[in-house]
C-alpha cells in the first residue's frame, strides 16, 4: 500500500487562511459569509466542535443564505451521530453547497485572504 503524499506546507496553508480570516472577522464581526467561510476550513480539519460553533454564527448573521444545515448534518455525521444527522430535515429542504461557486469562492478566499 502507498501512503497518500501531503505537502508539508497543508497545515501551514490552512493557519495562514485562518489567520486572514481572524483578522477580516475582527473589522467584520457580524459578517455571515465570514463565519461560513471559518468554519468551512474548520471542518476540513476536522475542527468539528469549532465549525459547528462557527455554522450557527453564520446562519445567524445571514439567516437562510448560506447552506448552514447541510454542513451541520455532515458535522453531526462526522461524529457518528448517524441517526440524528438523519432525522434531520429531508435533503431537499436542504440545500447542498454549489460545488462550482464552492470552488471559486474557496479559489477567492485564497487569492483575497
Known sequence: MIAPIIPASAHGTHSALMSRLDERLAEQPLSGDLWYRRAV????????????????????????????????????DKQGNSQEAKSAPPSRQIPRPNRI???????????TG
Do not use: C, N, T
Open 41 to 76: 476550513l474548520e471542518f476540513e480539519h476536522e475542527d468539528w466542535a469549532a465549525a459547528a460553533l462557527d455554522f450557527e454564527k453564520a446562519e445567524r448573521y445571514a439567516p437562510g443564505e448560506l447552506p448552514v444545515l447541510w454542513w451541520q448534518g455532515r458535522i453531526l
Open 101 to 111: 461557486w464552492f470552488m471559486k469562492w474557496r479559489r477567492r478566499s485564497r487569492a
